[in-house]
């Protein structure tokens, strides 16, 4: 390897090291201490005396329920809005790719437009029109639809809801990339051999835009895990996810080691899938 080489590889293995690595090992070792009414909120980091010893937060991660329902929340509500996004993102990509080339710009645009207003005000206006006296119940109800309004937010509806709105840009465009190189006549082909559009986009559409797919699902699915806000406006006590937890043991309990668990449990949570992941599909590029 050649000394240019190397140098140009340290720059990001140093950057990781420093911000990623480091910050790491200590939220670990956070996680290992006990809270006290002081100023860092924990006993000493290299105390050798409690040096790896203390795992009660670990044991009361796995025996509170509390913990259990947030962890079963984050990855149930994740998860289906994971699955929206891609189901969306596959279908709005699909048809971007299909439009004349002069509008494909315009309308990619159009995709990434909210990200030029306030996350935060987004997710309110969901609430404005979810509520009970909302635009969504209130054109239901006079459409005849419904007799009484329904309950939309302060549910696991609603954060799903919530967490597709605002993370579909992020499927739709590692789809649309994968998409937009395909060559078209591909899908003709297809056709021409006896499949019907149906089945030459499944058989051969899909097969060809899996790294997008699968891109746009880390992408999406990653963050929601950790989601706070949404959760914390358009959810109730009942759809407590991971980050609300980790957001009331680092504030409002003032339990750093608590709160450092959680996170090393969220980090393997979302990196061993995604390596697992990663090892699979440099598994099939290289047959």
Do not use: H
Request: one cysteine or more; hydrophobic letters at 60%.
């Amino acid at each position: 390897m050649t000394m240019r080489r190397m140098g140009l590889l340290s720059l990001p293995l140093l950057w990781a090291a420093v911000f990623v690595v480091v910050p790491l090992l200590l939220i670990l070792k956070i996680s290992f201490a006990e809270p006290l009414l002081a100023q860092p909120p924990f006993t000493p980091l290299f105390d050798n005396g409690a040096m790896m010893a203390q795992t009660g937060n670990y044991a009361l991660l796995m025996e509170d329920g509390l913990y259990a329902r947030a962890l079963g929340n984050s990855l149930l509500f994740a998860g289906l809005a994971t699955l929206c996004c891609l189901v969306l993102g596959l279908a709005i990509a699909r048809a971007v790719t299909q439009a004349p080339k002069g509008w494909q710009p315009v309308l990619l645009t159009l995709i990434i437009l909210p990200f030029w207003t306030s996350f935060l005000i987004r997710v309110y206006a969901w609430i404005a029109l979810l509520k009970p006296e909302g635009l969504i119940n209130a054109a239901l109800l006079g459409l005849g639809v419904i007799d009484t309004p329904l309950v939309l937010v302060n549910t696991g509806f609603g954060v799903v809801l919530g967490m597709t709105y605002s993370y579909l840009p992020f499927a739709i465009l590692p789809i649309y990339a994968s998409l937009a190189g395909q060559s078209p006549k591909l899908t003709e082909a297809a056709i021409d051999l006896g499949a019907t559009p149906l089945q030459a986009f499944w058989l051969v559409t899909i097969p060809l835009a899996r790294p997008g797919i699968l891109a746009a699902g880390l992408m999406v699915f990653i963050p929601m895990v950790g989601e706070f806000v949404i959760p914390d406006l358009l959810g109730g006590s009942a759809t407590v996810m991971l980050g609300q937890t980790l957001w009331t043991e680092f504030f409002s309990n003032r339990d750093w080691p608590m709160a450092s668990a959680l996170a090393v449990l969220l980090t393997l949570l979302l990196l061993l899938p995604a390596m697992a992941l990663q090892r699979l599909e440099l598994g099939k590029a290289s047959r």
